[in-house]
Every structure is written in structure tokens, then in C-alpha cells.
């Protein structure tokens, strides 16, 4: 079979796309965007089948505003596939989303990227689950009344807090996975103690390729299999690449510090923030090659029912190079088949291993 038959057999699934960020500045997802990573369009010509929208809030909000965020995201995203119901249909579980593509539609399902919004609530948490959420990312780069980040050098709980215990706990009574990406070390390390049901890591790399606190250690990916779960390889290009990330990183600063300028006064910053783009896109990306020596890793360490894809797209601003949009997915499947794996075991890396804890 060619790999294009192929990706077209498999159910493909992104377990972490950024999107509703673009909903909040209008996007209309029915059209071919010129800008962004992903609209439905697009998701039909790259043969993707599912996508989660991350219902994201920053660390920054406080807690009222963070609820009120995440609601106006599941909000908006309920309105876009509405649009666009020839083209997408929302989906709660797998049996749903089978069902999606059956009726020649794409499923668009949600899962919450920053566990403030349930605040210091459990009922939160289940009034969430109802609304449809059926992931949650614990944290984002700041610690919260769950857990702590991997991106803070001062912890609060030292793991998980004794309420991110009680949560632990109801997202495994309800059924909604529990997302380790972006916790601390020792978070991870608390919620494979305390979970009872498989755990994922829903955009992650792995830590002995690229060496990055957001990734993965090989252990707490032996971890995260032997309970069932699975790493679903992240398509950033300092995640994947280490050689990448020491020139990016301070490119990255700059271009963050020229966009406050530019906001503050656009005329007369313009020079500036354009110049700082510039040469932050200017860097040779690694190639989409580098997300399956990822996805090779995981599989040589834990074997090929424990890994999947998780894009990040539309929350990344480069993207490896040959896989700039969801349109591009295809390549990973004949770079897959180029290296020997067999129409099965692609057919679980592409979705299948997700959709089994679905």
C-alpha cells in the first residue's frame, strides 16, 4: 500500500492543536487561512480525522479570569463546528468520532491546557467534563492550585498539591485523561503514583534527544508505558532539536520584547519587531524527519503501542521544515513507511494508541 493510501486508511488523530486562540482574533476555520497552522480545509487535505482543541489559559490570569477564558474558548469552538458542519462534528469519545468519519466528517474533540480554571473546585472539574472536555493539561509555566510547572525555578508543592491529589482522583472516576505535559518532574513522578488509569503526555518530546524540561526523561517514558500510557511527540523545533534550540531561544527573547514594543506603539517599533521576526524564521528548522527519530525513541524504549502526535500547531511559532500546517501530515507517514514500520504499527502512531484510552 502507499503511504498516501495508507494515511488515508488510518484514523489519524492530533491530540494538541492550539486553534481557538485564532477563534478569539476571528478566524474563520471554514476558509483556507493563509495564516496559522490549521482550518477545517486543511485538515481534510492533510487526511486528519480528530483533533483536540487545547482550551488554553495562560498562568498569568488570575482565577475568575482564567474560568471566564476557558469558557469563552469552548464557547467559540462549539460555534466554529457548528459553521462548519459539513465539514467537522464535535466528539466525546472514540465510538463518536468513528462514527464522524464514517459520515465523511472530521471530529474536533477538547481538552483543557492549564488546570486553573477549575480553580479550587472539583465541581469545576466535572462541570468542565460535561461541557466536553476530556483531557486536562495539569499546569502550563506557572505553578497552580494543582501541581508544579516545569517551568519554574521556585516550586510551590514540590509535586502534586493535596487538592491536584483529589483532582487526580475525579478526573480517574470521570474517565478524562490526565495530561502530564508541562508538569515538574516531581508532579509527574506524584500523578504515576496516584493515577489508576493510563496517563498521557499529550505534546511531548523526548529529553535525551533534545534536552529540555518540557520533555520527557527515558524513565518517566518507561513510566508513563508501563501504566498504559502514551507520548504524543510535540512538532516544535526546540523540542526536537537541542543544536536548534541554543540559537533560537535567544532570538525567541528578542522577538517577544520587540512584540510588546510593537503593541505599544506599532509606527515606531515596526523596524524593530520586523527585524526581530526575521531573523528568529531565518534559522535553518530541523526537518519533520526529527519528529519521527522522536517517535523511533519511544518506540525502541517502551515499543509502538505507546506513541502518537501531538502537533502543537497554532500555539508554535516555527514548525519543523516540510511540515508547516496540518495540510503536511502526510509526510509522516511516508517517513514512517521508509523506515520499516509495518501499515499497523503506523496505524497506531498515527491515532490508534490515542484512541484506545479514548
Known amino acids: 500500500m502507499s503511504y498516501k493510501n495508507l494515511h488515508q486508511d488510518a484514523f489519524v488523530l492530533d491530540s494538541h492543536c492550539d486553534t481557538p486562540l485564532t477563534l478569539i482574533e476571528g478566524a474563520d476555520l471554514g476558509k483556507r487561512l493563509r495564516k496559522g497552522h490549521f482550518d477545517f480545509v486543511r485538515m481534510r487535505d492533510g487526511g486528519l480525522d480528530a483533533v483536540f482543541f487545547a482550551i488554553y489559559t495562560s498562568g498569568k490570569l488570575d482565577p475568575d479570569a482564567a ?26 469519545c472514540a465510538e463518536e468520532a468513528y462514527s464522524n468519519r464514517e459520515r465523511g466528517l472530521g471530529s474536533v474533540f477538547m481538552g483543557m491546557e492549564n488546570g486553573a480554571p477549575i480553580q479550587n473546585d472539583i465541581s469545576l472539574l466535572r462541570l468542565f467534563y460535561d461541557m466536553g472536555i476530556r483531557y486536562m493539561t495539569l499546569c502550563h509555566a506557572a505553578n497552580n492550585e494543582i501541581c508544579d510547572s516545569c517551568a519554574t525555578k521556585e516550586k510551590r508543592w514540590n509535586g502534586l498539591s493535596p487538592f491536584g491529589i483529589e ?12 495530561d502530564v505535559s508541562h508538569i515538574s518532574d516531581d508532579s509527574f513522578n506524584d500523578v504515576i503514583k496516584y493515577s489508576t488509569a493510563p496517563v498521557v503526555a499529550t505534546h511531548s518530546c523526548c529529553r535525551s534527544i533534545a534536552n529540555h524540561p518540557r520533555n520527557l526523561t527515558d524513565q518517566m517514558i518507561k513510566d508513563l508505558a508501563a501504566g498504559g500510557g502514551v507520548v504524543q511527540i510535540n512538532f516544535y523545533p526546540p523540542f526536537l532539536n537541542s543544536s536548534y534550540a541554543e540559537k ?70 516555527v514548525t519543523p521544515e516540510g511540515l508547516e500546517g496540518v495540510d503536511k501530515l502526510p509526510v509522516i507517514t511516508k517517513e514512517l513507511k521508509l523506515r520499516g514500520y509495518s501499515e499497523n504499527d503506523i496505524k497506531l502512531i498515527l491515532g490508534g494508541n490515542f484512541m484506545r484510552l479514548l
Open 67 to 92: 474560568t471566564r477564558r476557558a469558557l469563552q474558548l469552548i464557547a467559540r469552538t462549539y460555534d466554529s463546528v457548528e459553521a462548519n458542519s459539513d465539514k467537522v462534528a464535535m466528539a466525546f
Open 167 to 178: 483532582v487526580i482522583r475525579e478526573m480517574n472516576r470521570l474517565g478524562m485523561l490526565i
Open 248 to 317: 533560537f531561544w535567544p532570538l525567541c527573547d528578542k522577538f517577544d520584547e520587540a512584540s510588546d514594543l510593537y503593541k505599544e506603539d506599532p509606527k515606531r517599533y515596526k523596524d524593530i519587531f520586523t527585524q526581530a521576526r526575521d531573523n528568529m524564521f531565518a534559522i535553518e528548522r530541523p526537518s519533520y524527519k526529527e519528529v519521527v527519530d522522536h517517535i523511533d525513541h519511544v518506540v525502541k524504549l517502551v515499543g509502538v503501542n505507546h506513541v502518537g502526535i501531538g502537533s502543537d500547531f497554532d500555539g508554535i511559532e
